[in-house]
């Protein structure tokens, strides 16, 4: 069983950045992991995995490892307003899928 924990959301204006934060209860190089969205009334999406970017974040978005907290990181630049959603933490592992609690991001002047 892998516990994942979101946390860094909150509240940001046009063109700031914030940066997410997601602790796993196993060694983060056992598990494959990512970053889904899901805004009001719109189906979760992926937006970050393994060398991937969902087209409307590539640029702006940064997924990373740090090894030594054990976390992945999303680090979130130039935000836009469409970019209000809850963010979840993914991870597989065995072919067992785990998500996080989800933390939520408001982009908004």
């Known amino acids: 069983q892998v516990s994942l924990v979101e946390s860094g959301g909150g509240l940001a204006q046009p063109g700031e950045s914030l940066t997410l934060s997601c602790q796993a209860t196993?060694?983060?190089?056992?598990?494959?992991m990512a970053w889904y969205r899901q805004a009001p009334g719109k189906q979760r999406e992926l937006v970050a995995g393994?060398?991937y970017y969902a087209p409307a974040v590539k640029g702006r978005f940064t997924a990373s490892r740090d090894k030594v907290r054990n976390t992945v990181d999303l680090q979130m630049n130039n935000l836009k307003p469409e970019d209000t959603a809850v963010y979840y933490c993914y991870a597989s592992q065995s072919g067992t899928d785990y998500w996080g609690q989800g933390i939520q991001v408001s982009v908004s002047s």
């Open positions: 196993e060694r983060i190089n056992a598990l494959y």
């Open positions: 393994e060398s």
